[in-house]
């Protein structure tokens, strides 16, 4: 009775640790099929935490509807940093595959993860 007890108690657990989606562009991340996602960040003026858009091939025509990480509730979801993200990325089944700088204009440039599908 009580070995029924315990794996239910972690089944229930297990059930709702998942029950926390994260989506993009209305698509949960454990329902990507994209072999390449791209990851980068935006980081709000006066904020410690950093935001981060992520783009599978969806059309993007306005950041914070389309590329922007949300959580459950439809709230920006906030990372430590870009390799913050890049750690929760990985289990969804994605490693880093190539890192690179995107140059906005002269003297300033934006870090870029394209990450692989494992």
Do not use: H, W
């Not at 006066?46 to 990480?69: H, M, P, S, T, W």
């Not at 490693?95 to 990450?115: C, H, I, M, P």
């Amino acid at each position: 009775m009580k070995k029924l007890l315990i794996f239910s108690a972690i089944a229930g657990c297990l059930a709702f640790s998942e029950a926390k989606a994260q989506v993009v562009n209305g698509v949960r991340l454990s329902e990507l099929k994209s072999t390449y996602i791209e990851i980068d960040e935006f980081r709000p003026p006066n904020r410690g935490k950093v935001f981060v858009r992520l783009e599978y091939g969806q059309e993007v025509r306005n950041e914070r509807d389309n590329a922007l990480i949300k959580d459950e509730n439809g709230r920006n979801l906030e990372f430590n940093s870009l390799v913050d993200c890049l750690n929760k990325m990985r289990s969804y089944g994605y490693e880093l595959f190539q890192a690179y700088n995107r140059s906005k204009d002269k003297g300033t440039g934006e870090k870029v993860y394209v990450l692989k599908k494992q």
